[in-house]
């Protein structure tokens, strides 16, 4: 499956942006899905995830609150929802696929597929 992230941009501090993620191929109970981000000079880090289903959803503490993760496997799209944006959320923002048994996955190394991210910055 190939992954593409977009929706990315300048937002002011306390704006909003919602970041899609479209998939190539069918990911409708195949693929547990993640958003994580890479802000400058920090490694990779979990955003928030989804169940193949979508009924469970996690999220790192910086953001919960604040972002929203939401799937249409009918669609084959993933979605973050981000709100009451801060610039310490200033990264590029990748999805991420996971064709693991199991129902929600935190690390890099548990997803198979990556799309090629797409910029966020938000300014203070």
């Known amino acids: 499956v190939q992954l593409q992230a977009f929706g990315g941009g300048l937002v002011q501090a306390g704006g909003s942006l919602r970041l899609s993620c479209a998939a190539s191929?069918?990911?409708?109970?195949?693929?547990?899905m993640g958003w994580f981000r890479q802000g400058p000079g920090k490694e990779r880090e979990i955003v928030a995830v989804i169940s193949r289903s979508g009924a469970s959803t996690d999220y790192a503490d910086s953001v919960k609150g604040r972002f929203i993760v939401s799937r249409d496997n009918a669609e084959n799209s993933v979605y973050l929802q981000m709100n009451s944006l801060r610039p310490e959320d200033t990264a590029v923002y990748y999805c991420?696929?996971?064709?693991?048994?199991?129902?929600?996955?935190?690390?890099?190394?548990?997803?198979?597929?990556w799309g090629q991210g797409t910029l966020v910055t938000v300014s203070s």
């Open positions: 191929g069918r990911i409708s109970s195949n693929y547990v």
């Open positions: 991420a696929a996971s064709s693991r048994v199991g129902v929600l996955f935190y690390s890099t190394g548990s997803y198979n597929y």
